[in-house]
């Protein structure tokens, strides 16, 4: 019996022990990870974020944050967004930001710095601002185009930011007062996938609008720049007569060449 009582008192001790061990060893662990060294010796902060699943190299993800921005992401995880403000903001760092300056709904004084490429539509010296950059994957150009007030014409203060990612060209129109020209059609190309203001007024009439958008002859169209449910539907009627209309419930898309549409289409994706 006192064997039996000895053998018993031995094995709980064991376990004991290897709890103990385990909990020491866990303990080990979530301080190693906690205190792991960062940058200049302090404690690394791992943050993460939910993350939709990896794009393939002919895709590409884009994402109707609001207003006139749209988050553009390559398969190299490349973010662009597009008349960054500081307003309306994606919830995730870009790598590149583009900006118009007709309204300061569509620009920033002050990007954060952690931005690499900040690329304005307008030249603050004067003239026509020209960008051409590539970062990994994407490759961002612009075409110089006007801006009107007041009935007074103020040139190259606004850009057509063009977006080559994925073999598509993707066309994001800023804040657009005029049809195009014969030169600006020429040094556009032929678009893909057009990001279009639709409001009908501080932009362009709605007759000025399609006629751009027959013209570009681009198969995907993304409206922006709508304030309200009536200003979106009454441009979606005039549109329907033209183009097919569809209705996203999710403000994100993964589109691909293989994946656009057969004819000419107009996508409403919701604000995020």
Avoid at 146 to 160: A, D, H, K, M, P
Wanted: net charge neutral; hydrophobic share 40%; glycine share 6%.
């Amino acid at each position: 019996m006192r064997i039996l009582l000895r053998m018993v008192v031995a094995l709980l001790a064991a376990a004991s022990c290897a709890l103990s061990a385990d909990v020491a060893l866990a303990a080990e662990r979530c301080i190693g990870m906690a205190e792991a060294p960062g940058r200049g010796g302090t404690p690394a902060i791992i943050r993460t974020s939910f993350r939709e699943v990896n794009l393939k190299r002919t895709e590409v993800r884009i994402t109707y944050v609001g207003h006139s921005t749209f988050v553009i992401e390559s398969a190299a995880g490349i973010r662009a967004a597009t008349d960054y403000n500081d307003y309306v903001r994606p919830a995730e760092l870009p790598d590149v930001v583009t900006m118009n300056r007709a309204h300061n709904t569509h620009y920033t004084d002050v990007p954060d710095p952690r931005i690499k490429h900040v690329l304005r539509g307008w030249d603050p010296k004067g003239g026509a601002a020209a960008h051409d950059v590539t970062v990994s994957d994407m490759h961002v150009r612009n075409v110089a185009t006007n801006i009107r007030y007041g009935g007074e014409t103020y040139e190259f203060g606004n850009s057509i930011f063009i977006f080559e990612v994925a073999d598509l060209c993707i066309g994001h129109l800023g804040h657009l007062h005029h049809t195009l020209t014969t030169q600006q059609l020429a040094q556009i190309g032929q678009l893909d996938i057009v990001l279009v203001p639709v409001d009908g007024s501080f932009t362009m009439d709605l007759d000025g609008m399609m006629e751009t958008l027959k013209t570009l002859k681009a198969r995907l169209m993304l409206p922006m720049h709508y304030f309200s449910p009536y200003t979106l539907e009454r441009f979606l009627t005039r549109a329907r007569a033209e183009f097919e209309v569809e209705i996203e419930a999710r403000p994100t898309i993964v589109i691909s060449r293989a994946t656009l549409p057969k004819r000419p289409t107009l996508r409403v994706l919701p604000d995020r």
